[in-house]
């Protein structure tokens, strides 16, 4: 089978470079160029690499980094994964997409439009028919986003127990990885022995998305779901790892281990397409007091293309009428360029490429 040729934008960030690691031996894609700003331009990949304890091959090493301009992209590339900064996804994306390149991004710009999809393979397949409806479509371009990376984690536990139980109320207080600000990050006066209660627009974007993707697919559109959410978000001293603390009301009343068989017995349909990058677990509940951590948990799930996006819960309980539990999930990883690739996936398999 021949590979679709992708490119992969803001090479020289953390979430463009953990694209690179999951693309090496892809069996579907295959690197057709690695792209930044202008003044990274000529720099090889090896010379500015920023993601830890991963060796990549020498010959991706030595790819050369090119300026971003979305025509020349277009007649390389079927695809163009992002992970673009925020400020320039949206004019960059919708240009690309313009040129008939299919665009799965892990930037905000465009989450919130109508027509694109904020995509979990896990938790809202039947969205991504929303691409369709694009005005870009018909000639091969479409924007598909994957959702903030604390989003992400929470959303994938929350789907199982919609499903099962419904769901009135979601409060989560999140405790955040460092490599979620990027790279260099937070300055390490500001982070050693400290916790920062503020990562700015998380909280609000935590609030919206999770909506939208738990919300309903009818007519060409989403109805988003209609339970309250309130976040509270805090940067912490830890490399990866989103840690999460999570009190649910149900729709109706469940006991703690209904809760816990829902999330252990919860099969989605990336896993039963056996999609490369899905974990075979995509909810991996521990019975361990102290479980879930960043430091055991955070690269959870098998076989081994899906080290990092598995979900981990633990701690599962009943409260006076809540359920509470401990959600971890991989940032960089399942929160972010691992989900553009699971969605990419999942696209391919749906024929939209």
């Not at 240009?95 to 999809?117: I, K, T």
């Not at 916790?195 to 919206?208: A, C, G, L, Q, T």
């Not at 060409?220 to 339970?227: L, N, T």
């Amino acid at each position: 089978m021949r590979k679709v040729q992708v490119a992969v934008l803001g090479a020289t960030g953390m979430i463009g470079q953990r694209f690179v690691q999951l693309l090496e031996g892809h069996p579907y894609f295959e690197i057709g160029g690695l792209y930044a700003s202008e003044r990274s331009e000529g720099k090889t990949l090896g010379e500015v690499l920023r993601v830890k304890g991963v060796r990549f091959q020498d010959e991706t090493l030595a790819m050369r980094i090119e300026a971003l301009e979305p025509k020349a992209i277009a007649r390389r590339c079927r695809l163009a994964f992002s992970g673009l900064p925020t400020e320039v996804a949206k004019d960059a994306e919708a240009a690309l997409a313009d040129a008939g390149v299919a665009v799965f991004s892990n930037a905000a710009s465009h989450r919130m439009r109508a027509d694109v999809p904020l995509l979990i393979p896990e938790v809202n397949p039947d969205h991504l028919e929303l691409a369709r409806s694009q005005a870009t479509f018909p000639q091969g371009g479409f924007i598909v986003t994957n959702a903030n990376c604390s989003t992400t984690g929470l959303a994938v536990p929350l789907k199982a127990v919609h499903a099962a139980f419904g769901l009135r109320a979601c409060y989560v207080s999140t405790y955040q990885a460092v490599s979620g600000a990027g790279y260099p990050g937070v300055p390490s006066l500001d982070i050693l022995g400290n916790v920062v209660p503020f990562i700015r627009n998380e909280e609000e974007k935590m609030e919206e998305e999770i909506h939208k993707m738990l919300g309903t697919y009818k007519g060409g559109r989403v109805e988003p779901a209609a339970f309250d959410m309130v976040a509270s978000c805090a940067r912490v001293p830890v490399l990866d790892g989103h840690l999460e603390s999570v009190v649910l009301r149900l729709g109706r009343e469940a006991a703690a281990a209904e809760v816990v068989e829902a999330l252990e017995t919860f099969r989605p349909e990336p896993q039963a397409l056996g999609l490369p990058t899905a974990p075979l677990r995509p909810i991996i509940v521990r019975g361990e007091e102290d479980r879930p951590q960043p430091i055991a948990d955070a690269l959870a799930g098998e076989p081994e293309r899906a080290r990092g996006m598995a979900v981990s819960v633990g701690r599962v309980r009943e409260r006076k009428g809540y359920i509470k539990l401990w959600v971890l999930s991989h940032n960089t990883l399942r929160g972010g360029a691992g989900g553009s690739v699971l969605n990419a996936e999942l696209a391919k398999a749906k024929g939209l490429l």
